[in-house]
């Protein structure tokens, strides 16, 4: 009796930890099996999955999407949009089950383990989920991976706080398991959920876009890969070949070589026969397109992508890069599809190409390209504002869907170049557009009868600069080849031929200055393109009228053809403003023979620069005809104004001349006064006193400016609205925040010449709007000298949206 009260009593006092667990067998038994790389279940009773793992301190790829998407451009959680992509690893601790991410931007490559955990252990490691061990049977352990599934790894709670559209929380009650999209492969594990999140929404993108903004709910992916085998050679990054880089820190390099190591981002490619002469690849490269895509699109982008076979060939390959449709059935985010997605969203937005990769060696598992499917209507529109597209009120002039379709197929190109591992190349326009991986825009003419020319609006085929950087990521050298050597040959060679190469940090900042580096321009001299851009802009123009929309439409819907076509000359104003401080460079190497490393742009581009850009001011350009204006009457009841439209102060009563003169001119005014372009031209100006100094910059933009006797009452105002722009921008300027001080006193120079120039003028003008507009200035003097720090500059109308015109980045 005494020895039965003690095994009771042993009995209850026993840890839980260590009770009797079931079999795997035992706990799935009526569960839904799913074979394949991790085996898991399926319990329909609870709504339940198990994972089976079988793989310890065996690195896998953990990779997070959204394939159920938000559908707004600004907010950005798109359809089939991935997120992180993780080498990951299950870890046994007891009763617990880890799965932890290794910290692979630090390493040691060496073969002495030691060294190599000396660096795991200097740097933090991350666990993404911790769970309980629920069964046992033969070293295989079943874990519930629905809570890891059921959470928002993908971060939508706090992209929707950031765009300050609200604070949302994961609603677990209203979440689930999406078994449609939850499968099985033997290289990949792929599981799917739905999350609703529940929260206050605060900004206006949530309510366009959701039917109840007060809950979304949207699908997220979750896949668990296998990765590569070793047999994978990482390829050296070097700034001139134009691909992205992964880089690490190397703490077993010798102390003379460089800590930092670089590879370059690829897909694997080998061929079948190595050598010189062309060949098949053992594996080809193929991308599919989204079934979801309608045609003349499909065509066009199956055509587009297409063209990077041209590029492979040069690099010695048969038909290594590949386009097909997607199989049906097929899931999008299957790793083992390379997809061209097509995303819907409620207004135009920006294209991506991102990939799977392998984050040890940079080996690209999957390309993953999401092409918006309005950007194509805006092209359309461009091509609508430059001639009368409906000469007979129905039938839209042909030349209209050519010019779109045509720049499907470079988005195409341009988006799979991102996921062949290609950055931007924004120098590509001076090389005759060289390369799909700049941002083209249309280039229109005027043909010998003055009429307007689209057969140039886009380039086809692949660039020359894109063959040459496929040759450098893709080129497979036989056995024996020093591949260093090989490399920089083809790098010397690319150089040699004259082709430039500059990517985002030197195109994308408003006071950049390379003379050859643009987003959305055309032409090697950005000086000539601008003028004969202009000459184009002013024929549409004469010429707009009802006929460039078609019948049936509200007359009020020409403002939304017109946008476009007044501002047809924004991006080549940008291009051309960077020559004014201007500096060309090269991402040139010590040894490689490049003449030009860093060169001023000579005095004489300087200037011809300058009197291009205050061209773009004068009244005369941005003055539009009165028939234009009497031809477009207010919004009609369910039109509402958007925000690709002109930004008005008449209410929107009617097009507001007035209000588009100042977007433009603020454009151009803002670019040309840029602090660190002035900074540039003082230090340029000390070099060389035949560079122009920022003193004659102003006084040719004020020049430009002036109101003039035979100007129309029109051209006045906006001349006067000019004058203004500048001086706010002068009292920004001297008023020196992160401004250089020899810039803030040259622009207090010119303040006190303007000060006393207006000063004298309002008693001898007998125009009271003149005399209003120096009284005016001389008050915005007086309140910046009473308070600097207080004083504020007024906000001019901004540009309507504008990129992208139809390319894209790279995530």
Same mark, same amino acid.
């Given at each position: 009796?005494?020895?039965?009260?003690?095994?009771?009593?042993?009995?209850?006092?026993?840890?839980?930890?260590?009770?009797?667990?079931?079999?795997?067998?035992?706990?799935?038994?009526?569960?839904?099996?799913? =074979?394949?790389?991790?085996?898991?279940?399926?319990?329909?009773?609870?709504?339940?999955?198990?994972?089976?793992?079988?793989?310890?301190?065996?690195?896998?790829?953990?990779?997070?999407?959204?394939?159920?998407?938000?559908?707004? /451009?600004?907010?950005?959680?798109?359809?089939?949009?991935?997120?992180?992509?993780?080498? %990951?690893?299950?870890?046994?601790?007891?009763?617990?089950?880890?799965?932890?991410e290794?910290?692979?931007?630090?390493?040691a490559?060496?073969?002495?383990?030691?060294?190599?955990?000396?660096?795991?252990?200097?740097?933090?490691?991350?666990?993404?989920?911790?769970?309980?061990?629920?069964?046992?049977?033969?070293?295989?352990?079943?874990?519930?991976l629905?809570?890891?599934?059921l959470?928002?790894?993908? #971060?939508?709670?706090?992209?929707?706080?950031?765009?300050?559209?609200?604070?949302?929380?994961?609603? =677990?009650?209203?979440?689930?398991?999406?078994?449609?999209?939850?499968?099985?492969?033997?290289?990949?594990?792929?599981?799917?959920?739905?999350?609703?999140? =529940?929260?206050? &929404?605060?900004?206006?993108?949530?309510?366009?876009?959701? &039917?109840?903004?007060?809950?979304?709910?949207?699908?997220?992916?979750?896949?668990?890969?296998?990765?590569?085998?070793?047999?994978?050679?990482?390829?050296?990054?070097?700034?001139?070949?134009?691909?992205?880089?992964l880089?690490?820190?190397?703490?077993?390099?010798?102390?003379?070589?460089?800590?930092?190591?670089?590879?370059?981002y690829?897909?694997?490619?080998?061929?079948?026969? &190595?050598?010189?002469?062309?060949?098949?690849p053992?594996?080809?490269?193929?991308?599919y397109?989204?079934?979801?895509? &309608?045609?003349?699109?499909?065509?066009?982008?199956?055509?587009?992508?297409?063209?990077?076979?041209?590029?492979?060939?040069? $690099?010695?390959?048969?038909?290594?890069?590949?386009?097909?449709?997607?199989?049906?059935?097929?899931?999008?985010?299957?790793?083992?599809?390379?997809?061209?997605?097509?995303?819907?969203?409620?207004?135009?937005?920006?294209?991506?190409?991102?990939?799977v990769?392998?984050?040890?060696?940079?080996?690209?598992?999957k390309?993953?390209?999401?092409?918006?499917?309005?950007?194509?209507?805006?092209?359309?529109?461009?091509?609508?504002?430059?001639?009368? $597209?409906?000469?007979?009120?129905?039938?839209?002039?042909?030349r209209?869907?050519?010019?779109?379709?045509?720049?499907?197929?470079?988005?195409?190109?341009?988006?799979?170049?991102?996921?062949?591992?290609?950055?931007?190349?924004?120098?590509?326009?001076?090389?005759?557009?060289?390369?799909?991986?700049?941002?083209?825009?249309?280039?229109?003419?005027?043909?010998?009868?003055?009429?307007?020319?689209?057969?140039?609006?886009?380039?086809?085929?692949?660039?020359?600069?894109?063959?040459?950087?496929?040759?450098?990521?893709?080129?497979?050298?036989?056995?024996?080849?020093?591949?260093?050597?090989?490399l920089?040959?083809?790098?010397?060679?690319?150089?040699?031929?004259?082709?430039?190469?500059?990517?985002?940090?030197? !195109?994308?900042?408003?006071?950049?200055?390379?003379?050859?580096?643009?987003?959305?321009?055309?032409?090697?001299?950005?000086?000539?393109?601008?003028?004969?851009?202009?000459?184009?802009?002013?024929?549409?123009?004469?010429?707009?009228?009802?006929?460039?929309?078609?019948?049936?439409?509200?007359? !009020?819907?020409?403002?939304?053809?017109?946008?476009?076509l007044?501002?047809?000359?924004r991006?080549?104003?940008?291009?051309?403003?960077?020559?004014?401080?201007?500096?060309?460079?090269?991402?040139?190497?010590?040894?490689?023979?490049?003449?030009?490393?860093?060169?001023?742009?000579?005095?004489?581009?300087?200037?011809?620069?300058?009197?291009?850009?205050?061209?773009?001011?004068?009244?005369?350009?941005?003055?539009?005809?009165?028939?234009?204006?009497?031809?477009?009457?207010?919004?009609?009841?369910?039109?509402?104004? #958007?925000?690709?439209?002109?930004?008005?102060?008449?209410?929107?009563?009617?097009?507001?001349?007035?209000?588009? $003169?100042?977007?433009?001119? /603020?454009?151009?005014?803002?670019?040309?006064?840029?602090?660190?372009?002035?900074?540039?031209?003082?230090?340029?100006?000390?070099?060389?006193?035949e560079q122009?100094?920022?003193?004659?910059?102003?006084?040719?933009?004020?020049?430009?400016?002036?109101?003039?006797?035979?100007?129309?009452?029109?051209?006045?105002?906006?001349?006067?609205?000019?004058?203004?722009?500048?001086?706010?921008?002068?009292?920004?300027?001297?008023?020196?925040?992160?401004?250089?001080?020899?810039?803030?006193?040259?622009a207090?120079?010119?303040?006190?010449q303007?000060?006393?120039? %207006?000063?004298?003028?309002?008693?001898?003008?007998?125009? %009271?709007e003149?005399?209003?507009?120096?009284?005016?200035?001389?008050?915005?003097?007086?309140?910046?000298?009473? /308070?600097?720090?207080?004083?504020?500059?007024?906000? $001019?109308?901004?540009?309507?949206?504008?990129?992208?015109? #139809?390319?894209?980045?790279?995530?």
């Open positions: 009796m005494r020895f039965f009260l003690l095994v009771l009593w042993w009995s209850a006092c026993w840890p839980a930890s260590f009770a009797q667990i079931p079999t795997i067998s035992e706990k799935t038994n009526g569960f839904r099996p799913f =074979e394949g790389f991790f085996k898991f279940y399926y319990d329909e009773k609870e709504g339940n999955i198990w994972l089976e793992v079988d793989k310890w301190e065996v690195e896998f790829l953990y990779v997070n999407s959204l394939t159920g998407g938000l559908g707004s /451009n600004d907010i950005g959680l798109d359809r089939n949009q991935l997120g992180e992509s993780r080498v %990951v690893k299950f870890l046994r601790s007891g009763p617990k089950v880890l799965l932890l290794p910290n692979f931007r630090f390493r490559e060496t073969g002495n383990p030691e060294e190599r955990r000396a660096v795991e252990e200097a740097f933090a490691q991350s666990v993404l989920g911790g769970f309980k061990v629920e069964a046992e049977e033969g070293g295989h352990v079943l874990i519930d629905t809570p890891f599934l959470r928002d790894a993908h #971060g939508v709670a706090e992209r929707l706080k950031d765009r300050k559209q609200g604070n949302y929380k994961l609603d =677990e009650k209203r979440s689930a398991l999406w078994l449609e999209r939850t499968k099985n492969f033997p290289k990949n594990s792929e599981f799917e959920a739905l999350l609703t999140f =529940e929260g206050t &929404p605060e900004g206006s993108e949530v309510r366009s876009v959701a &039917p109840t903004p007060e809950v979304l709910s949207l699908r997220m992916h979750h896949s668990f890969v296998e990765l590569p085998d070793s047999n994978y050679r990482p390829r050296v990054f070097d700034p001139r070949s134009g691909y992205y880089a880089s690490f820190q190397d703490y077993g390099a010798p102390i003379g070589q460089p800590l930092t190591r670089r590879f370059i690829r897909h694997r490619l080998e061929k079948k026969k &190595p050598g010189p002469r062309m060949s098949e053992v594996e080809p490269i193929i991308y397109l989204d079934r979801g895509v &309608p045609e003349p699109i499909r065509s066009a982008l199956i055509e587009g992508a297409s063209w990077w076979n041209e590029a492979f060939e040069v $690099a010695g390959y048969r038909n290594a890069f590949q386009v097909k449709e997607l199989p049906e059935g097929a899931d999008p985010m299957d790793v083992r599809y390379n997809v061209i997605n097509w995303v819907h969203r409620s207004t135009r937005g920006w294209s991506y190409g991102s990939t990769s392998d984050p040890r060696t940079g080996e690209i598992i390309g993953h390209v999401l092409l918006g499917s309005l950007r194509v209507r805006q092209d359309y529109l461009i091509a609508q504002g430059l001639i009368q $597209a409906y000469e007979d009120g129905k039938t839209p002039d042909p209209l869907e050519e010019m779109a379709l045509a720049r499907l197929r470079q988005l195409s190109a341009h988006e799979v170049g991102h996921t062949l591992g290609l950055t931007h190349n924004f120098a590509a326009s001076y090389n005759d557009r060289a390369s799909v991986m700049d941002y083209p825009h249309p280039y229109i003419t005027l043909d010998d009868k003055g009429e307007m020319d689209f057969s140039q609006a886009y380039d086809t085929g692949i660039g020359e600069w894109d063959k040459r950087a496929i040759l450098y990521g893709y080129q497979d050298f036989p056995e024996g080849t020093g591949e260093a050597a090989a920089e040959s083809i790098l010397r060679e690319t150089v040699g031929i004259g082709l430039k190469f500059i990517s985002d940090e030197g !195109a994308r900042p408003a006071g950049g200055g390379h003379p050859y580096a643009h987003l959305w321009d055309n032409g090697a001299s950005a000086v000539e393109e601008l003028e004969r851009l202009m000459e184009v802009r002013r024929k549409a123009l004469e010429e707009f009228g009802e006929k460039n929309i078609p019948e049936g439409l509200p007359l !009020a819907t020409l403002e939304d053809v017109l946008v476009p007044y501002f047809a000359h991006y080549q104003v940008e291009a051309v403003t960077k020559l004014i401080g201007g500096v060309e460079y090269s991402y040139a190497v010590r040894g490689d023979g490049q003449e030009t490393v860093t060169g001023i742009v000579p005095p004489e581009q300087q200037v011809q620069a300058l009197k291009a850009l205050v061209g773009t001011l004068r009244p005369g350009h941005l003055a539009l005809p009165e028939s234009t204006l009497d031809a477009v009457p207010p919004r009609p009841a369910g039109y509402h104004r #958007g925000r690709e439209l002109f930004k008005t102060y008449n209410g929107g009563i009617g097009l507001d001349g007035l209000a588009a $003169a100042e977007s433009s001119l /603020n454009h151009t005014i803002q670019l040309m006064l840029n602090p660190q372009r002035l900074a540039r031209l003082v230090e340029q100006h000390a070099r060389d006193e122009p100094s920022v003193n004659y910059l102003i006084e040719e933009m004020l020049t430009a400016v002036q109101v003039y006797s035979d100007q129309s009452p029109l051209e006045k105002q906006i001349a006067r609205i000019g004058e203004k722009l500048i001086l706010h921008q002068l009292l920004r300027l001297a008023k020196g925040d992160e401004v250089m001080s020899q810039v803030s006193a040259i207090m120079f010119k303040v006190n303007l000060e006393d120039y %207006v000063s004298i003028l309002p008693d001898k003008e007998s125009d %009271v003149q005399q209003a507009h120096y009284l005016y200035m001389l008050e915005q003097i007086r309140r910046f000298r009473n /308070n600097p720090e207080a004083w504020k500059m007024p906000e $001019a109308l901004p540009l309507p949206d504008g990129a992208p015109i #139809g390319c894209g980045r790279r995530e």
